[in-house]
């Protein structure tokens, strides 16, 4: 009986340790947060269009945990460039570990797409059925997965692809070597045709880096060599060409990721200034944000950007309750602690009395 006596009291007092023990830890975890300040750009007085939401950097950053285990190596986000968005994912290139990585929101998952095939992967894109194409300097082709499972490759000469985009049986590649856009049926996988080097000095291709589509499938086309953007219709008319080399508004230093929304605006990211600007459809800019710094909302070395209405609610609890998010805009950070840095673009809400 004794025995019997003493061991439960050992097991009451290693509860009760157990507990306090708890109960030092926990209000750490559970404590309430220090509110910052939203971060709005452009900021006060202006009218704001977008706000600066959370980031993205490794699986802790989307799974709630209270004793959070140290991430693996294929839960972290390296050193990202290209992003794309579909359904519930988040698919990155993670250039320097060779790999796709998709973040699965619903699931709250990191995965690897197949890294055998893949040397550099820069960018990602998809088709209506869900195809993805992978541009991989590394290897001077663009590869197509079906889910994990290579598929096709497209290829020409010392191609040196950087973007690609599918518009209906085609596929437009941007080729860094050659200046040019060159275009594959998507069914042979042979080259029909090569735009952007016939046009006239300063509006031709000059070390292209990224491209985005338009519903009415123009391209447009950021370019290193002459630091301007290009936009052509789908046979390679030159419509439109905009900036310059410079770091005032409107200019560009390292001109990158580019993405156009469903109205028509244009988004710019410009690695050298460390800044998104957002132009209308005309090339006439409207507003930039992000700029360099260690601060939240702030980038450091910008690469890609995608623009999206997928996944609204899960962001907008992040944002603050006088902002309207209307689409979210997705930027790769090469460097600094956030990785993929997430904003909302939208409106603030009418407050009532007002």
Request: glycine fraction near 8%.
């Amino acid at each position: 009986m004794q025995i019997h006596s003493s061991t439960n009291s050992t097991l009451r007092y290693r509860h009760i340790l157990f507990f306090l023990c708890l109960l030092i830890y926990l209000p750490g975890c559970f404590a309430p947060k220090q509110v910052k300040a939203p971060v709005f750009f452009p900021p006060a007085p202006d009218a704001s269009h977008v706000q600066y939401l959370t980031s993205i950097s490794s699986i802790n950053d989307i799974k709630s945990s209270i004793f959070a285990d140290t991430p693996g190596v294929n839960e972290v986000i390296a050193k990202p460039y290209g992003i794309a968005v579909r359904g519930s994912k988040i698919f990155i290139s993670d250039v320097p570990l060779g790999r796709i990585t998709t973040i699965d929101l619903n699931e709250k998952t990191f995965h690897q797409l197949d890294t055998e095939v893949l040397k550099s992967p820069i960018n990602i894109s998809f088709d209506d059925e869900g195809n993805a194409f992978v541009a991989d300097t590394g290897s001077k082709k663009v590869i197509r997965f079906n889910d994990d499972n290579p598929t096709g490759t497209f290829s020409i000469g010392d191609m040196k692809p950087t973007d690609a985009a599918i518009r209906g049986k085609e596929l437009y590649v941007v080729d860094y070597n050659s200046s040019e856009i060159k275009i594959f049926d998507l069914q042979t996988g042979e080259q029909t045709r090569a735009v952007g080097r016939d046009s006239k000095e300063g509006e031709t291709l000059s070390l292209p880096t990224n491209m985005a589509l338009d519903k009415e499938g123009n391209i447009y086309v950021t370019n290193l060599g002459t630091c301007r953007i290009i936009k052509m219709d789908p046979n390679g008319k030159v419509l439109k060409a905009f900036g310059a080399l410079g770091d005032r508004p409107g200019q560009f230093s390292r001109p990158k990721g580019i993405a156009v929304d469903d109205a028509g605006l244009i988004y710019v990211v410009d690695a050298g200034n460390q800044v998104v600007q957002i132009f209308d459809p005309d090339g006439q800019l409207l507003m930039f944000f992000g700029e360099r710094g260690s601060k939240e909302g702030t980038l450091s070395i910008p690469a890609d950007i995608a623009i999206t209405r997928e996944n609204l609610e899960y962001f907008r609890t992040f944002a603050d309750p006088s902002f309207e998010v209307e689409q979210l805009i997705l930027v790769t950070n090469q460097s600094g602690p956030r990785k993929i840095s997430i904003y909302g673009f939208g409106h603030r809400k009418e407050i009532a009395g007002n």
